[in-house]
């Protein structure tokens, strides 16, 4: 049997999704909370590796077992084994077809930036702070030249190893809730540090420290050094996973994730 589950956590604590021997990973956390459910060792595969303390609303996973288990014990049990940054939302039996990365049509981020002049304290390691007074007008006017399928080089990390640099851009929106800006990026699919790059720029034109025109001018360069700098992993959240309709999976609301 093949059940898809969906995760929620705080990446705070830990080195990332994938596991590493040399610090805790969320992926070793799911994994040995399963197992305890399972009484056997359970491997999952999850939509998207998120780096070190990056967070997500709503990861997708799966794993397959001979064992059974009600859905309900799959959630309850994992939790009551879960560290409190962790927890899974929800699990469903899947078709053998279904694979949670492979099997994603869509990804969406938010990023989050708490812009006021004196660092946050509530919301330190879940956003990342500007003390620059930021314009979110001009920020979502240059956005709208990466919306579309693109060369992304100058928005991804140098040791990026994926095999192309182009990815379509379904939508990208920033909008303002009092001292909170969030940027919102919607796409087929993501490369290393992309959203965090271009976040990096944004905040730079928002600032006025450079023209709208240069998210543009950096898209163009299709050279990572002549970007900007990379925005911190704090304010980084992994929103949604969609996947074709026939797989019927039970997301959550996103109204319920990030403010």
């Not at 002049?117 to 919301?123: E, G, K, M, S």
């Not at 693109?150 to 192309?164: I, M």
């Not at 002549?226 to 911190?232: C, M, Q, Y």
């Amino acid at each position: 049997m093949r059940i898809a589950l969906g995760v929620e956590y705080d990446g705070s604590a830990f080195c990332g999704w994938q596991f590493q021997d040399h610090s805790p990973s969320v992926q070793e956390a799911v994994e040995k909370a399963l197992s305890c459910v399972a009484n056997e060792p359970v491997r999952v595969i999850c939509a998207g590796r998120t780096d070190t303390g990056v967070h997500a609303s709503e990861q997708v996973i799966h794993f397959d077992t001979e064992v059974e288990r009600s859905l309900r014990s799959w959630v309850y049990g994992a939790n009551a084994n879960l560290p409190d940054e962790v927890v899974i939302l929800w699990a469903t039996p899947i078709s053998a077809e279904f694979h949670a990365r492979f099997s994603a049509v869509r990804r969406r981020y938010r990023y989050v930036i708490y812009n006021r002049n004196v660092r946050p304290t509530f919301l330190a390691g879940r956003t990342t702070w500007d003390y620059r007074g930021l314009d979110e007008v001009r920020m979502a006017e240059a956005a709208q030249c990466l919306v579309g399928e693109h060369d992304f080089s100058s928005y991804r990390a140098v040791g990026c190893q994926a095999k192309s640099p182009v990815r379509s851009v379904h939508q990208i929106e920033v909008t303002r809730k009092n001292e909170l800006i969030f940027i919102d990026i919607e796409a087929n699919a993501f490369l290393h540090h992309m959203v965090r790059n271009i976040a990096g720029v944004l905040m730079a034109i928002g600032a006025g420290q450079r023209p709208v025109e240069w998210a543009k001018q950096v898209l163009e360069y299709r050279d990572r050094t002549l970007g900007g700098i990379t925005a911190s992993p704090s304010g980084l959240y992994l929103t949604q996973v969609s996947y074709p309709p026939e797989f019927e999976l039970p997301q959550a609301s996103q109204s319920s994730a990030i403010w």
